[in-house]
């Protein structure tokens, strides 16, 4: 047996041999959500920054509503005051 038949053999042999079935998704997914971090942790500190960003947006609006017509005298007389290079 020369070594091109040897070869055409194994060539042969390879082709009909067949991977394992393995299945790890399971296993990839599990170690992927145990390294996740929780989101309630993180969730805590930003609705407090949200609740207190929207009182002082409310705040706001109930200054400028409650100040009527002199809000607009307020922030034109504030224009007019700064150097044109600002605006």
């Known amino acids: 047996m020369n070594e091109e038949e040897r070869l055409s053999r194994l060539v042969l042999r390879a082709r009909a041999e067949r991977p394992p079935q393995v299945d790890v998704a399971g296993r990839v997914m599990a170690a992927l959500w145990a390294k996740r971090a ?19 947006a409310i705040a706001a ?11 607009p005298q307020v922030l034109m007389t504030t224009l007019s005051d700064l150097p044109w290079w600002v605006l």
């Open 38 to 56: 929780p989101l309630e942790e993180r969730a805590d500190p930003l609705t407090w920054v949200a609740a207190s960003s929207a009182a002082a």
């Open 61 to 71: 609006i109930v200054i400028v509503l409650a100040s009527g017509d002199t809000w």
